[in-house]
C-alpha cells in the first residue's frame, strides 16, 4: 500500500525550475533513498517533504490525505541533518528528550522513551556526555535517536554521513540499516553516495536535472537501467554506440570496433535505429597476451593496459584497444598488477550486455 504519494511537483525558483513533474510512490515501512549529483533536486524534494519548501505544482499525500500546504510542525517527521543540529549545552539525553518535552509528554514517559533510544543507538553509557565529548558518528546516533524518539510516521535524513569517514560511514550504514528493519518506520534518504544507497536501500530514485531518472531496487538499477544517465551514474560502465539491424540470423548490434549478434532486442531498441550497448567491468574477461593463450567471448578485442588501480582483492584497469577506445575492466591482482604498456585481450559475451534506446 501507498503510504507517501508524490503527485506531479513542480518546483520554481524564479525562473529556474528545480524540480519537473516528479512522481514518487512509497510503500509504508520501506527504505527509500533520492540518489542523483549535485544540482538535481534531490534536496529539494527533501525539503518539500519536509515542509520547509512550498510546491509551484502538484501534491503530496500521506495515507491519502493531502499534506502539502501542512506546516512542518503539524506533520510529524523526524529529520536528521548532515551536520547533526545537536544543542551544545545539553547532555546526550537532554538532547534526545527535546522532542519529547516540546511535545509536553510526561516525565516517567520521556525517561522511558529515551533510554529505550539509547539501547537502540547503543549510546547508554554517553547519557550525561555533552556533544564536543563524542565522536562524529556517536553524534549522529544521537541526532537519529532524537529524530526517531516520538515515533515519527516518517524519518528524512538529509545526507547524514557525508561527514564521516569511509570506515565510519560503512559501520552506521549497517547500524541504520539494522534500527529500520526493527522499528518499521518509513524512511527517505538524500545521498549522493551510490554505494551507500544501494547498500542499505529498499527502492532508489535516482534524479537528474529536477526530474526522476529512474525508480527501482539497486539490482534492476545496475543491471537493467532504463537511460544512459542511470547506466553511466550507478557503477562503473563502458558505453558503445552502435545501430540495431535485422539480419537473417536475427538482431544484430554493430560499432566501428566490432558487431555482435544478440539473444534479443528490448521492445524500446528499434531495429535499423542508433542504440548504446553497456557492458560492465566485471562482465569483461582479460587475458595477458604474456600467457600465449586466447581469452573467449562472443567479442574478443586487443589493446594494451594504460592504468591500473591496485585495491587488494583485484586491480581496476584502464585498457587502450587499437582503435584508441578506452574501456575498463577488473582483473586479479593477486601477484600485483600488469603495468601501463602490458597487452591484453579482453572479451564479453552478448548475454551480458544492456541495450539501451
Known amino acids: 500500500m501507498t503510504f507517501i504519494d508524490i503527485r506531479n511537483i513542480d518546483k520554481f525558483y524564479g525562473l529556474f525550475q528545480a ?27 527533501l525539503k518539500i517533504l519536509a515542509g520547509f519548501e512550498g510546491v509551484s505544482g502538484g501534491e503530496i499525500r500521506l495515507n491519502g490525505r493531502d499534506i502539502t500546504a501542512l506546516k512542518p510542525e503539524s506533520r510529524n517527521f523526524g529529520l536528521v541533518f548532515q551536520g547533526y543540529a545537536l544543542f551544545p549545552h545539553m547532555t546526550v539525553f537532554d538532547n534526545i528528550a527535546y522532542p519529547l518535552k516540546v511535545r509536553r509528554r510526561g516525565r516517567a514517559e ?17 547519557a550525561r556526555r555533552k556533544p564536543h565529548e563524542l565522536s562524529g558518528g556517536q553524534q549522529q546516533r544521537v541526532a537519529l535517536a532524537r529524530a526517531l524518539v516520538f515515533e515519527p510516521d516518517l524519518l528524512l535524513l538529509d545526507e547524514p554521513m557525508s561527514a564521516l569517514d569511509k570506515k565510519l560511514r560503512v559501520d552506521l550504514q549497517d547500524e541504520l540499516r539494522d534500527i529500520h528493519h526493527r522499528l518499521g518506520t518509513t524512511f527517505i534518504n538524500v545521498t549522493h553516495d551510490q554505494e551507500e544507497a544501494m547498500h542499505m536501500s529498499d527502492s532508489i530514485a535516482v534524479m537528474n536535472h529536477g526530474r526522476i531518472e529512474q525508480y527501482d531496487t539497486a539490482h534492476h538499477l545496475y543491471r537493467r537501467p532504463s537511460s544512459r544517465f542511470v547506466a553511466d551514474f550507478i557503477g562503473k560502465s563502458n558505453i558503445f554506440a552502435g545501430t ?16 555482435l549478434r544478440l539473444a534479443a532486442t528490448e521492445d524500446s531498441v528499434r531495429t535499423g535505429g542508433n542504440a548504446e550497448l553497456v557492458i560492465r567491468p566485471e562482465d569483461i574477461r582479460l587475458c595477458p597476451a604474456s600467457q600465449g593463450r586466447a581469452v573467449a567471448g562472443d567479442v574478443v578485442l586487443s589493446g594494451s593496459v594504460a592504468t591500473s588501480t591496485y585495491s587488494g582483492d583485484r586491480a581496476l584497469y584502464s585498457i587502450t584497444l587499437q582503435g584508441g577506445r578506452v574501456m ?30
Open 19 to 45: 524540480l519537473s513533474d516528479v512522481s514518487l510512490s512509497i510503500p509504508k515501512g520501506s527504505f527509500v533513498t533520492l540518489l542523483g549529483p549535485s544540482g538535481s533536486g534531490k534536496t529539494t524534494l
Open 244 to 259: 540495431v539491424t535485422e539480419t537473417a540470423a536475427g538482431s544484430e548490434f554493430a560499432t566501428e570496433e566490432f558487431r
Open 328 to 357: 575498463l575492466t577488473y582483473g586479479s591482482a593477486r601477484d600485483g598488477a600488469l603495468g601501463p604498456g602490458a597487452p591484453v585481450q579482453i572479451a564479453f559475451d552478448a548475454r551480458d550486455g544492456i541495450l539501451l534506446s
Open 110 to 126: 520521556i525517561a522511558t522513551q529515551v533510554n529505550t533510544m539509547l539501547e537502540l543507538v547503543q549510546l547508554q553509557k554517553f
